[in-house]
C-alpha cells in the first residue's frame, strides 16, 4: 500500500518536534510490544501530562497504536505506518539527480578564479585605497 501524501505529511509533522521522535525511537526499539505509558515519560524524563500530549498526538497521526491493559495505556510502535512512510520518502525523494551529478552541476555553477578575476580585483581595491585618503 502506498501512502498518500496527506497521511505523510501528517506523518513527519508529528515527527518534527524532538520529544514526540524521540518517543517514536524508543517504542521502534522496544519493539511491537510496546511500553506502557508511564515507562515511555520515566525513560524520556517527562512530565505525565507532556507525555500524555505528546503520546496523543503520535497516536492521530497514526504512529503509534494505544491498547488499554487494566488501569494503563500501552503504546506501540506502527511499523507498517513507519514503513510505509520510509518508502514514500525513499520513492518521492530519491528521484532526484544522484551526489555525483548534483556535485558536477555545483561544479559547473561555482565560478572558478582566473588569473583574470585577481587583476580586476587589484584596481577596485586601489580605487578605494585612493578614496580614502
Given at each position: ?40 515519560a ?18 492521530q ?11 494503563s495505556?500501552?503504546y ?5 505506518t ?14 532526484g ?20 578575476s ?10 578605494a ?5
Amino acid at each position: 500500500m502506498t501512502m498518500k501524501i496527506t497521511a505523510a505529511t501528517r506523518a513527519l509533522t508529528a515527527l518534527a518536534q524532538e520529544t514526540r521522535l524521540g518517543i517514536v525511537r524508543l517504542l521502534v526499539k522496544v519493539g511491537p510490544s510496546g511500553l506502557v505509558a508511564g515507562q515511555i515519560a520515566l525513560r524520556l524524563k517527562l512530565a505525565p501530562a507532556t507525555s500524555s500530549f505528546h503520546l496523543s498526538q503520535l497516536t492521530q497521526a497514526g504512529l503509534i497504536k494505544p491498547s488499554r491493559e487494566g488501569r494503563s495505556i500501552r503504546y506501540s510502535p506502527v511499523l507498517s505506518t513507519i514503513g510505509e512512510l520510509l518508502a514514500f520518502l525513499d520513492e518521492n525523494l530519491s528521484g532526484g539527480p544522484t551526489e555525483k551529478a548534483a556535485a558536477k552541476a555545483s561544479a559547473k555553477s561555482t565560478p572558478k578564479p582566473t588569473a583574470n578575476s585577481t587583476t580586476k580585483a587589484a584596481p577596485a581595491k586601489k580605487k578605494a585605497a585612493r578614496k580614502s585618503r
